[in-house]
Structure formats: C-alpha cells, structure tokens
C-alpha cells in the first residue's frame, strides 16, 4: 500500500510538469510580460521605465524558458520559468499581479466553495439515487417512462437557463431569498439555498439516469434472480442486492470528484457573486493574471490525481479482492 | 420499506428550516445581517477591488470612492456650487500662485507666461486637524512606538489591522503633506503622475534618482525619505509647506484637490513598511492613514469593505450657499450642520449590474447608477428631460442627472493612408463619415438616452464650452442641432475620391477597419449597428476585435484606422481635453495622449498659448478657434457627453450629482426609519409556489406509493 | 453573379458529410455495423429524433454555402464583390435579415417596445410607442393583427397539410414499388404501423414540423414572429443562424479529434510498452488541467496568433469563422482523452484475440493488423462516444460564450444569445423572447440529439442487446 502510494506520487511529478509547461507556453504566447506590466499599471500615463521596473520587481525580466546570456546549466535555470516553477512545487504560489498573497487568498476563498459545492454534491448524489431507484421499482410501466422522458428533458436544458431562471423567480419576484451575495457563519444560509437547490435541480437529468443505468445492469444479473427467484420481496432486492452492488461504481465515482468540489463552480459563483475560488480563476481568466491561473491549474492536476488516488484506495476497500500492487 | 420516501422527507426538513430562518424578523431576501436593521448606516457597492488606496499610486475612480472619504487634501471642490470651484479642505485658503522670472525675481501676476521661470504655492494647514487612530501611533508606556519592532511572534497573532489592539493619533502638521510629495518619485510606489508631476515640481525628477541611489544603500526596510529633501516641496513651520513649480501651471491648483497631494504620516509609512505585514495584505493599499471624515475599518475585498466615521475629524459644516435652485430641492435644509452626518458606509462587492439594480429595487442599495438596460424602467426622456416612471415615482425614488465632464468619441488616425492625412479630400471623407455615424441613435439605443451628442471636445461645464453646432456635421434649425441629411455626407464622399463608396480610380469598394476591444456584454449589437451606420454611405466597415492588450499596443503604434476611446477630466479646465488633440502629446510618436495622432501646427500654436492662461475673454478666443480647427479637420468623430443620472431613495438627502469631487459621502444624510418600513413593504416573500411545490411533490408521491403497495401485494401473492 | 466563398468550418463540413456517407456504404458491407444502424433506423424515437435532426441539419448545409455578392457595378468596370460573406440561408431569408427595426420589439409586435418622442403630423411631439417600420407595417389598422395572423397562419396550415399529404403520398408511393405492392396496402400498412421501420412515427414528426414551420415562414414576411433585438434584428433570423454554429461545434469538434483519439488510442493498447506508458502520461496530464482553463488560455492565444496574421482573414465571417474552427479544435483537444481510454482498454482486449495472435504469427504488418482487424472492431464505441459528445459540445458552447472564451461576438450563436439576454431580463417590461428563443431552438436540438444519441448506444452497445 505504502510503497503503492508513493509510486503513485512519484507517478504524480511528470505530470505536473507536464501541466506547468502547457500552461505556461500557452500563457506567455498570449502575454508578454510587458502586456502584464501595462495591464497593471493602469491605463493613463504609462512609461517604459515603469513598465522596465515593474516586470524587475516580480521577477519577469529575465528570459522566458532558455537564457542565452549565461553558460551551462544557469541557461535553464536563470529563467522566469524555472523561478516561477520551482516554486509552485513547494506551494509557494507567490502573489497575484495586484500583490496579494496567491495562497492566502486560495485558504480564505476555499470554505465559500466548499459550502455550495459539497452540499450540491452530498444533496445532488441522495436525490439521484433515490430517483434513480424510484424508476427502477416501477420500470417498464408508465412511470419510468415518465421519468426517463423528464431526465432526458432535463439534462436538454443549458445549466445557464437554470441560474437565470431560479434566479429570476425565486429572488426577484418572490422575495424569497436575496439575489447574490455571501456572508459568514449561519447567515451563508440564506445565500447559498438557491444556488444549491439549482446545482442538485440542473444535476437531476444526468445523474438520476446514469444511476438508473447502473442499477439496470445490476438487476440484469443472474444473483438478483436468484434472490427474487428464492421469493425475496422486490424492495428487499432493490435495497439489499441491487443497491449495494451498485454502490461500487456510484463510490468510486463519486470519489474522483471529491478533491475537485475545492475548485468550486465557475459560473454558479459569478452568477450568485459566492467569493470562491471559482469566481476568483474565472476574474483571473478576465484579468489575465498569469501567477493566479498557474496556481489554479497547479492546484486543479493536483487535486484531480490525488482524485485518482483515492479512487483506487477506495476500489480495495469496498472489494477486498482488489489489490494496489 | 420507508426509504422511498426519503427523499420527500428531506425536502420537507430543507423548507422547515428555510421557514424558520425567516422568523429572525428581517426580510427573507435581506443580504445584510439582522443586527443592522434600523442603522444609520448608508448601502453601496463596489464592482471590484480596488487596487491602490495609496494616495501616490491611486488614480481610478473606484478608487478615489474610498480615498477621496479617507484622504484631506489641501483643496477639495465646493459640493454644491457651478462651475466647479475650489474651497480650502484641510488648507485655510486657496493658494495664490507667486510667479518668478529666471534669477528670482517676484513677477506681477499678468506677466507674460513664457517669462515666468517658476511659481511657488504657499499652502497653510488648519491647527488641530488629527489623524484617524491608528496603531502606526500608538505608543508604550514610555512613550516610544509600540509597534515599529514587531517580532515574529507577535506578527503571528495579527490577521487585520483591526488585530492591534493599541491605536493612537496625532496632529497633521504641514511636513505630512511634504512626505507625500517626495513619495511621488519613490522607486517602489510607481506613481501614476510622476512622470508628468517631475515635469513640473522643481527637482521631483533628479529626487527620484537620489531615491533609487539611497534605496539600494539602505540597511533596513523603510526609506526614510524625511533625510532627503526636496527642492520643489518644503515644509515651512508646522502648518505651512511651499511647493515649487517650474514655469506657469495654472492648473496645479486642481492637482492640489486630488488625494495625490494628501498628507502621509512619516510613521504609516514607517509602520507598513515592517516585513512581514505586506503577505498579510496590511499595507497603505488596503488599510489608508487619513485626516478625512471617515476610515477604513473592514476590508475584505472579496465581500465588502466597511468606512466608519474618523472620531477625530471635526471643524467642517455643510455648505451654506449652492447654486439657484438647491434651496428649492432641499439641498440646503442642513446648512451649517456638522459633517459628516453617517455613521458607517458599508460597501458590498457587486460584479454585476443585474443584480445591483435588482438590489437596488428592493431597497437594499441606497442609491444606483443605473445601466442601460435598465433605463427603460426607470427614466423617461421627454423633450430631452429626463423622469422617472410612475413605477419608480411611486416608490418615492429621486433622480438627478448631470452632464459628465467626459468625452466619448472615436477617433481616425491620422498617420493612416486611408482615413489619415491633412488634404481637403481626407478632411472631406472623414466627415463624410462624422456625418454618417448617427450618435443621437446611438445614445438613445445604446445609452438610454443618457448623453448629449457631442459638438466638439470639450463638454458643457467646462470653461470653454460653447453652445452651438458643428457646422461640419449639423445644420442648426429651430435654435437646435439637426444632422446633416446623409444625401450631404454622399456628396461628401464622392468629392472625397469614393463615389458610392467605391474608389474612384479603382473601383474598389473602400474599407474602413474599426479596432475595439469588442468582448463581453452588448458588443454584437453594437458592431451590427456601427455596420448599419456605414451602409448608409455605401461604406463597408471591418470591425477588428482584439482583447484589450493588443488593442492598446495597435493605438500605440499607430496602427489602428478608427477607434472608440473614452476621456474622463482629470480637472475642470479645458486643457485636460484639448491636450488629447496636441501634436507632441502623439501616442505613436511620443507615447502621449494623443492617440488621434493628430498634429496641426496651428492648433498646437494655439494650445501653447491657451494652456497657462487664466480663464477671460481672450482664452476663449483662442478655444473657439482652436475648436474650429478640429470641426473641420474631423480628427475625431466627436460621439457624444455622457449624463450621469444618480438614482436615490426617498429616505436619501442631500445627494447631487459632483463630477469632479469624490468626496460627496460626509454630505449625505439618510433616514434609516422609513426605509425599514419601504424595505418591509416592498420585500414581502410570495409563499405560493413553495407551497405549490410542495403539493406538487405530494401528488407525485402519493400514486409512486399506491403503485408500491399494489406492487408489493402482487410479490406478495 | 457572385464569388463562392469556402470558408474553413465550410470545407469540413463538406468533408464530415463525405465521411458520414463513407461510413454508411462501408458499413452496409459489415453486418457488426450494419444490423445495429438498422436497429436505429427501426426505432420511433431513432425515427422522430431523425426527422428532426434532419430538419437543423438542412438549415445548417444552407447556412454553409458561402458567397460573396457583386456589387452593382458600371458598366465596363470590372466586377467587384462585396465585402460581406453571405450564405444561401442569408440569401432565403433576406426579407427577415434586411427588414431591422431600430431596437426591441415583442413578438408580432406592430409597435415599438419603449415608448419615443413622435412627432404628429401637425408638428406637436408626443411620447408614445412608434409603429415599426416593418413589422405589421401592412396593417391599416394595427388593433386588427390578431385576426390578420390567425387568416394568415390558417392559410399557411392548409398549405403546409396539402404538402405533407403529397410528401406521405410519395413516400408510400415509393415504398409500394419498393416492396412491389399496392399503393392502397403499403399506405394503410404505414399508418397501422406494420411497416419494420417506423414510417407513421417519422411523418407524423414531420406533418407537426410543417405545421410549425409553414406558418412561421408565412408571418415572417409581416411580422418579427419572435420579435426583435437591441438593433431591431430579426430573432427568428439570429436563431436560425445560431443553428449552424451549434452544430458545427457538436460535429466538427469530435471529426478533429477523432484521428488523434482513434490513431494513439489504439496504439497505446496495442504496442503497450513505451508507447502506451508515453500516451497514457500526454492524456493524464492534458486531463488533469481543469477544462475551462485550458480552453479560455488556449482561446486567448488563438485571439493573439490571429491578431499577429490579420491579412488570412480579409473578411469578417471568415474571422469569425476561424475563431469557431480553432474552439472547435480545442475543444477537441480538451475532449480526445475520454475517447483514447475507452479504445485503449478495447485494444488491449483485442490484442490478446485468437485471430489477432495468429495473424501476428503469420508476420502480418502491425499497421495492417491495425487497420484491418482493430479498427473496425472499435468503430462501435466511436460511433457511440461521437454522437453522445455531440449534445455535451453543444451545451458547452452557452458556458463558454458566457465565460468570454466561446465563439466569436460577431458571431450568431446560442450562447451569444444567452449572454446578451441576460440583461434583456433585468428591463421592465421583460425582454423575454431573446431568450426563449434561444432555449427553444437549443432545447429542441440537444433533446432529439440526445434521444438519437440513446437509441445508437442501444443498438449497438452489446451490453443492452439482449
């Protein structure tokens, strides 16, 4: 197991790697450092000296991947690449153009993410599955139907329309709930119900049906026969065989999306001004802040491997057959 | 088995609590805390961090929302008063300007401006102005700074500025004012004025070097910049600085209103400067040192930044006088009242205008500029007045509008082959297309209204301003503008050398490339509407979108054909808008404002003379003129003078729309009471469809559980 | 008198539909294909989903022939082309593209949405709601629209009912000397639903599909059927063009990352070794970058290469054509992974076959075992990922032109719509039918593509064939 983890994380290095010089090739052709310096110093009475100082100041004057200037190895290391990226690894993500400390800034935006995303997840995985298993007892008849219709339906309408249309509604005409906005402690309450409530809505159609698949498959099988063979009552089926079969790709499914609820929900966020790590990537997109997108794509891989980790981890524990080797 | 219903259950759980959380007696959609009811508290919004609270390096509007509350330059601009005027803030009077000719000697005031060798600026400062407290004061039992030597485990323990937990405060003494000056040309600090401040202040450019040559020397983390003195701004006594300004800048003087010129305590500077503070976000940017009415006490820029009233400040009462007719719209019912008349502003992030406006509506924001899209709601234009709806009568919202002291306009640029140049043909087409882009369209489609379509450069409120129509582009009928027809603009055209829009030797059909920074909201229909108005003359328009980057980098390399900028004043006077016209201030060759790279050896002759004049007949001379010049050149297609329309509450007083002070909040005087009860009355949460869901759910509930029951009798059997 | 243009996006299309048509006359030689598309083809909702598909699909193909019109030139002179790129769709529907009102107005609406100073014809100005320049222009009296468009849909109806029963008559027709029976047999054996394939269900979708669109054509011509923009553009007209880019990126997208998928995918299961272990690893990384920011940065880039290389697109449209090529491209990019797993995992099954063995003993060529006995055995689960990512790509679209990394602004599209509709929303009275126009077309859409998209994994996926 220990030896499989750590291989796992040396596994994990390449990767990373990999990922930091895509997006740092895919950046710096859009950007020179010099578009950067103007952007931030504003839009009125720009110098090339401040431009010059600026870019000295954050360490973009130095050559970009390769330093023609210097010998041997410094001609790789003297570079804004390899400062930058050497220190990404040790989660120094540095700090934003406008000056602010990138991972405190992550710390303090990763708990409002996590308060619309783990609840739409949690709420939206009940929900699923309970519809999911509603269509499998009554499948075949008119009410499956019904239900598969209304998923199809569903996952046919733009996740945009949900927002706009709750939005409209729920807040602006029914006074339910304030429009945007958050607040701390108890009072996220009444910010975040909507949001919610439109997450796991818009994730119905997808979810409740890929889960009416897999039970589907399961109750095909020759066990669940059996057990109704042997007179065991439909629910008793459903609940004991079907269900608990089924939780193995439900689980494992579930597990990969676990670490990436962090990176929250890019347009719920906007939409419903949630200070979150979501709206924070998307401002950096708009802002073209280099150092901010570097650190969430860093931060998204990596999380998304240890995803990939925990999957596996997760795949022994509920079979004992499997074996990490 | 029960689990079926489970899911049903869950729900009901979800709205008994949504219930109850109702009952806390706020309104269901209240944004704000239940605490907060019934505050003298002012609501607001801000769009975006703001980068720089920095008096040396903040220059942006939303901005200057917090500095301007938070800093107390020398001057500031009379709240009610027009045109604007300057009014002493922290200084006893305005400074008059003392001019000198080269070896010293004092000149008469109306000496000839190129023989004025420099000007110097005597500003005295009221006694007894105090600072904010502040723990950058706050001494020890003996006296000594108590937080000038943090260690690393006291850092530790501190998160905000509100952390410290001793503040203290001192007097402002002239020397403040002083300090900030010289941190104009700090080698770290990038001021965005510097550049064009070291051409003025004697010696602020070789202060920069020394700084930089002391910078790298210094041994600890602070520059003290009090061990270097500076040539052109020098602390007199306690309460008197002087400022020393090469040549006539008349202008100056505005400069002095801005929070460029506030003081800076040496001690701030000293305090921030600590290592270890700035990875905290404690630094000058986010927490400001001021004299102002109010103080930053929150910033959370992600949520919301808090002002709350600066305990120390004192001494200044509402306006006594105003313009004709503030008397009658109450604006000078608390004459005489001491300032400020809010306890706390509470600003609240709002990326978006959507729900702003919507917020606004319901009563959580106190008052709202209001975007395009909603206009319609809100304002009826009739015989160019603006109104309010009924709707928004009825809810007892006040509006008040002012013609923005800003330009929008496009540009040619005049080193393009095609749409450049100074011969009676290019000067004919580019108004031909002056004629044919149709700006009051354009603002009642695009604006709602809220503009004037623009004559000239310089718009109404500023010196020079004159009413009348650009004869280049306007008939002038019934005392009013009227559009040349596009029959006139096809005449134009053709003698132009473009027949039909066709080339005439080649036939070619002529292109015109508009560059602009076509992304985000509304940018289709405005590109679809920019073509409609080039067909009108047969003329095919390109539109060349780029992002913002790229779009700067062709303006500044002269490569862009016709574009859109905007221009706001920095200062009410007509050289900050006729400069954007002047030959050496070319962006393409001399990296200036000019971006028209226009370049007319008379209206630059022009301009140098009007530029250090004192406002008179004879500079408006000049202004006439020189804006005739422009008309006919047809550097820019003028566009027109945006309108600020302000948005009020019926329990907001004293709100008139400024554009040049930033510092409107200390007047503003609200009436918590009865917007509680308009809050209350306007908010009150529609039941019915969450009841109807929940039928809803029960009727879907109750044959998924008969068929289960039949179900489970058929396995039965 | 004109210049065809060919735009990018134009030439794959034209070669998407070579494809397409390849595929179905190799596949009517291979019976593991072949039997599955029947299966579809056999199906009601395979049928109606078709039926409608069809329908956006003949609007997309009139939407990609490109030209560029002559200008009205002097005699003598030689012909000059106008700048603008137009498409036989622009062409159709001039009326509706030429025929702007100054800005909004509602569905059928015969006067402007806010109200204006209008000047009377005695010189005195009066605010009140303007009659639009086109839209129930023809009315004399414009309180009688209502009667005007029930006369003129009721017409359109009876002609649309006249059509469909010469279409269902020729069908039958057709089918009769198929199968050599009677015209009378085959037509009652179709509506009692006797006939294997499902022809009642296929023209009953199209009997409603006329009644919709004949009407719709019908009004057009006098009213904004629905309604009209910020500029007084034709909303029917801007959805119909959206149609085009949605399907462009639905199709288009898979076409350019199939190669990449299919080619590495199999490799990586069949050659294993370093090979396998170097795809896996490109596919892990380019995975494991959150998908909207490997878009939105490669976007940008693609904005800046075309900004430095402006003299390759001289016209507007093909600007914003390229721009929606390169998403496509990179949403291919992004989209390829998914698909290279499931093929790997197939051939490293298929590797280990009896037949693949003995045809590597026998010295059979890699890339001949490739291509002749691989690949055709994994054509399912392309077929099956291809028309299942075409509802995802579609949807995709909205977030991204929200985001600011979509398609072009210039550009029609659904997400553009959407995006500009959301402030519409915030107007009192609501501008609703921007909106609703887009959910409409974009619903329907990604719905029958979706049912489509079920009854190909159905009939071909071994799984559910029992």
């Given amino acids: 197991m220990t030896a499989y983890l750590l291989r796992r994380i040396l596994y994990a290095l390449p990767i990373l790697l990999g990922v930091n010089v895509i997006t740092f090739v895919l950046f710096f052709m859009v950007n020179t450092p010099d578009d950067m310096a103007r952007m931030n110093l504003g839009v009125k009475h720009v110098t090339q000296e401040a431009i010059d100082k600026w870019k000295a100041e954050r360490g973009y004057d130095k050559p970009l991947l390769y330093n023609a200037s210097v010998s041997g190895a410094k001609a790789l290391t003297d570079t804004v690449f390899f400062e930058k990226s050497v220190s990404m690894f040790a989660f120094d993500f540095g700090r934003a153009d406008d000056g602010r400390d990138i991972a405190r800034e992550i710390k303090t935006r990763m708990g409002p993410s996590l308060a619309i995303a783990l609840p739409v997840f949690a709420v939206g995985l009940a929900v699923n599955i309970s519809f999911a298993l509603l269509m499998v007892f009554f499948r075949a008849s008119y009410l499956d139907f019904a239900g598969v219709v209304l998923c199809v339906a569903m996952m046919s309408i733009s996740g945009l329309f949900y927002i706009i249309a709750g939005q409209y509604l729920v807040s602006k005409l029914w006074h339910l709930v304030p429009i945007s906005g958050f607040a701390g402690g108890l009072d996220a309450f009444k910010f975040l119900v909507l949001p919610v409530a439109i997450g796991v809505v818009s994730g119905i159609g997808a979810g409740a049906r890929w889960y009416r698949t897999l039970f589907l498959e399961e109750m095909g099988k020759d066990y669940v026969r059996t057990a109704r063979a042997k007179g065991l009552a439909e629910t008793a089926v459903l609940f004991r065989h079907v269900l608990k079969n089924a939780l193995i790709p439900i689980l494992t499914g579930a597990v990969v999306v676990i670490p990436l609820l962090f990176m929250g929900s890019l347009i719920t966020e906007s939409f419903f001004g949630i200070p979150g790590l979501g709206s924070y990537t998307i401002d950096a997109i708009n802002a073209q802040d280099f150092a901010v997108v570097r650190a969430m794509v860093f931060l998204g891989s990596l999380l998304y491997i240890v995803g990939l980790v925990l999957t596996d981890i997760s795949y022994t524990l509920v079979d004992p057959r499997i074996r990490l080797e | 088995m029960k689990s079926t219903s489970r899911p049903h259950r869950f729900l009901l759980l979800g709205t008994l609590s949504l219930l109850l959380s109702a009952c806390d007696g706020a309104a269901w959609n209240s944004p704000y805390p239940a605490a907060d009811q019934g505050k003298n508290i002012l609501y607001t919004a801000f769009t975006g961090r703001p980068k720089h609270l920095d008096p040396a390096q903040s220059y942006t509007e939303d901005e200057a929302a917090f500095t301007a509350q938070v800093y107390q330059p020398p001057l500031q601009y009379h709240y009610l008063k027009r045109p604007y005027t300057l009014i002493p803030f922290a200084a006893t009077e305005v400074p008059k300007a003392r001019h000198f000719d080269a070896s010293g000697r004092p000149l008469p005031q109306d000496a000839d401006p190129a023989a004025v060798a420099y000007s110097v600026y005597d500003i005295h400062i009221r006694p007894g102005i105090r600072y904010q407290p502040h723990p950058a004061f706050a001494a020890d039992a003996s006296g000594k700074p108590r937080y000038f030597d943090l260690s690393p485990a006291e850092l530790k323990n501190i998160d905000t500025l509100a952390d410290f937990e001793q503040r203290g405060s001192r007097e402002l003494t002239a020397a403040d004012y002083v300090y900030q000056i010289k941190r104009l040309a700090h080698p770290h600090l990038h001021s965005p004025i510097f550049g064009l401040m070291s051409q003025y202040i004697a010696g602020l450019k070789d202060y920069a070097a020394t700084l930089e040559k002391a910078d790298k020397a210094k041994t600890g983390p602070w520059l003290d910049l009090r061990g270097y003195p500076l040539e052109g701004a020098q602390a007199v006594d306690r309460y008197t600085y002087r400022v020393k300004v090469k040549g006539k800048y008349p202008q100056f003087q505005y400069w002095l209103a801005m929070p460029f010129f506030s003081p800076i305590p040496w001690e701030a500077d000293r305090f921030y400067s600590q290592p270890g503070l700035a990875e905290k976000n404690i630094s000058l940017d986010w927490y400001p040192v001021g004299t102002g009415p109010y103080m930053l006490t929150e910033n959370d820029p992600n949520r919301r930044m808090v002002l709350e009233r600066n305990p120390n400040f004192g001494g200044e009462t509402y306006p006594t006088e105003g313009e004709p007719g503030d008397r009658a719209a109450g604006l000078l019912a608390d004459a005489g009242k001491p300032l400020p008349f809010i306890d706390k502003v509470v600003f609240t992030l709002e990326k978006e205008t959507i729900p702003y406006w919507n917020k606004f509506l319901q009563g959580y924001y106190d008052a709202s500029g209001i975007g395009s899209d909603n206009f319609d709601q809100a304002v009826q234009i009739s015989g160019g007045e603006a109104r309010l709806t009924e709707d928004m009568e009825r809810q007892g919202i006040q509006l008040r509008t002012s013609v923005a002291t800003s330009d929008m306009y496009m540009g040619f640029n005049l080193l393009d082959p095609t749409v450049g140049g100074y011969t009676d043909k290019a000067r004919k087409l580019r108004q031909a297309i002056s004629i044919a882009v149709d700006f009051e369209e354009f603002v009642s489609i695009f604006a709602n209204g809220r503009g004037i379509a623009a004559q000239g450069p310089i718009p109404p409120g500023i010196f020079g301003y004159r009413e009348g129509a650009n004869p280049y582009v306007y008939d002038w009928v019934d005392g009013k503008p009227r559009r040349k027809p596009i029959e006139a603009a096809k005449k134009l055209l053709a003698e132009a050398g473009y027949p039909d829009g066709r080339d005439a030797a080649t036939g070619k059909p002529l292109l015109i490339y508009l560059d602009t920074t076509s992304t985000g909201l509304g940018s289709k229909s405005r590109v679809d509407w920019l073509q409609k108005q080039f067909q009108k003359i047969d003329v095919q328009l390109v539109v060349r979108a780029t992002d913002w980057n790229r779009f700067q980098d062709k303006i500044r390399k002269g490569n862009a054909q016709l574009f859109f900028f905007g221009w706001n004043a920095d200062y009410p006077d007509p050289e900050n808008f006729l400069f954007l016209l002047y030959g050496p201030q070319s962006r393409a060759k001399g990296g200036g404002e000019n971006s028209a790279n226009y370049d007319s050896p008379e209206f630059n002759h022009l301009f140098e003379r009007m530029k250090n004049m004192d406002n008179g007949p004879e500079r408006q001379a000049l202004i006439d003129r020189m804006v005739d010049i422009l008309r006919q050149d047809a550097p820019w297609i003028f566009g027109y003078h945006p309108k600020d329309f302000v948005l009020a509450h019926a329990w907001t007083y004293n709100r008139k729309p400024n554009q040049m002070a930033n510092n409107a909040l200390k007047y503003q005087r609200l009436d918590p009471v009865v917007r509680e009860k308009m809050r209350a009355r306007w908010n009150r949460p529609v039941l019915w469809p969450l009841l109807l869901t929940l039928v809803l759910l029960g009727l879907a509930v109750v044959p998924a559980w008969q068929g289960y029951k039949r179900h489970e009798k058929a396995t039965a059997k | ?466």
């Avoid at chain 3, 359109?156 to 008559?169: H, S």
């Avoid at chain 3, 050599?180 to 085959?186: D, I, R, W």
């Fill in chain 3, 1 to 466: 008198m004109f210049q065809p243009v060919i735009l990018w996006t134009d030439a794959l299309i034209f070669l998407l539909l070579a494809a397409v048509t390849a595929f179905f006359v190799y596949a009517r030689r291979q019976p593991h294909l072949r039997d599955p598309l029947r299966r579809v083809a056999q199906s009601r909702a395979g049928m109606v989903s078709m039926v409608v598909l069809a329908a956006y699909v003949a609007i997309g193909l009139l939407d990609s022939l490109h030209f560029r019109p002559a200008l009205p030139g002097k005699p003598g002179a030689g012909v000059q082309y106008a700048v603008e790129t137009l498409s036989v769709l622009d062409k159709l529907a001039t009326p509706l593209r030429e025929r702007n009102e100054k800005t909004y107005s509602a569905p059928f609406a015969t006067h402007a949405y806010a109200k204006e100073v209008v000047e009377l014809p005695d010189g005195r100005e009066v605010r009140d709601f303007p009659r639009l320049k086109y839209g129930g222009a023809h009315l004399v009296d414009p309180e009688a629209w209502l009667s005007d468009v029930l006369v003129r849909t009721l017409k359109a109806e009876t002609l649309a009912l006249a059509t469909w029963l010469l279409a269902a008559l020729a069908l039958c027709a057709w089918l009769a000397h198929r199968n050599a029976g009677s015209l009378s047999t085959t037509w009652r054996a179709v509506w009692r639903g006797e006939t294997p394939i499902p022809w009642r269900a296929g023209l009953l979708t199209l009997g409603l599909l006329l009644l919709l669109v004949f009407p719709a054509l019908a009004l057009s011509t006098h009213y904004h059927v629905l309604g009209t923009d910020k500029v007084g553009q034709d909303v029917l007209f801007q959805t119909l063009k959206s149609v085009r880019t949605g399907l462009v990126i639905g199709t288009l997208t898979t076409l350019v990352m199939l190669p990449f998928a299919v080619l590495l995918g199999i490799m990586a299961g069949y050659f294993r070794g370093w090979i396998d272990d170097l795809i896996q690893y490109l596919y892990t990384t380019l995975n494991s970058i959150p998908g909207v920011l490997l878009i939105a940065a490669a976007v940008l880039m693609m904005q800046v290469w075309m900004e430095s290389n402006p003299d390759l697109f001289d016209t507007v449209a093909a600007r914003a054509d390229a721009r929606l090529f390169f998403l496509c491209a990179i949403l291919g990019v992004t989209s390829w992974t998914g698909l290279c797993r499931l093929l790997r995992g197939e051939a490293l099954k298929l590797r280990e076959m009896e037949y693949i063995q003995a045809a590597h003993a026998f010295g059979v060529s890699h890339w001949r075992i490739i291509g002749r006995h691989l690949l055709p055995n994994v054509m399912h689960i392309v077929l099956i990922t291809v028309v299942m990512d075409f509802s995802g790509l579609v949807l995709a679209e909205a977030v991204l032109s929200y985001v600011g990394v979509g398609v072009d602004p210039t550009m029609q599209s659904w997400g553009n719509m959407i995006n500009s509709a959301r402030l519409e929303m915030a107007r009192d009275p609501m501008v609703w039918w921007t909106l609703a126009a887009a959910f409409l077309f974009m619903f329907a859409l990604v719905l029958f593509a979706n049912l489509f998209a079920d009854t190909v994994r159905d009939a071909f996926d071994p799984r559910t064939r029992r």
